[in-house]
């Protein structure tokens, strides 16, 4: 069973950054592809982020590229998502999630992530 903890999230202003960090229970942590998706309010959840278990493949939104970074650190079971620019589009609820069968599924099908999140909230105000 692998945890996920979101954190980084809050108030900021339009243009301003934020680094949303998701943080894993287990060492096997670098088995796992890892997305980042946010939820709106009113609005269906929706992909953000996805990087490869070593971290070599990235994926984005069309809407955060050149905005949004994902990244992540193996050896301290963390993933990264550093977020510039932001807009006032970007509010909502922040969930990283984790799968074992990669990037792939995170982007295409993610109801079939293996684990998720408890979400942390990020507020851009205009």
């Known amino acids: 069973q692998v945890q996920l903890v979101e954190s980084g999230g809050g108030l900021v202003q339009a243009g301003a950054s934020l680094r949303l960090s998701c943080a894993a229970s287990?060492?096997?942590?670098?088995?796992?592809?890892i997305g980042w998706f946010r939820q709106a309010p009113g609005k269906e959840r929706e992909f953000v982020a996805a990087?490869?278990?070593?971290?070599?493949?990235?994926r984005y939104a069309d809407s955060v590229k050149d905005r949004f970074t994902i990244s992540r650190d193996n050896a301290k079971n963390t993933v990264n998502l550093q977020m510039n620019s932001l807009k006032p589009e970007d509010t909502g609820v922040y969930y990283c999630?984790?799968?074992?069968?990669?990037?792939?599924?995170?982007?295409?099908?993610?109801?079939?992530?293996?684990?998720w999140g408890q979400g942390t909230q990020v507020t851009v105000s205009s």
């Open positions: 990087i490869s278990w070593g971290g070599a493949g990235t």
């Open positions: 999630a984790a799968s074992a069968r990669g990037v792939g599924v995170i982007v295409k099908d993610p109801t079939q992530a293996d684990y």
């Open positions: 287990e060492r096997t942590f670098s088995n796992y592809a």
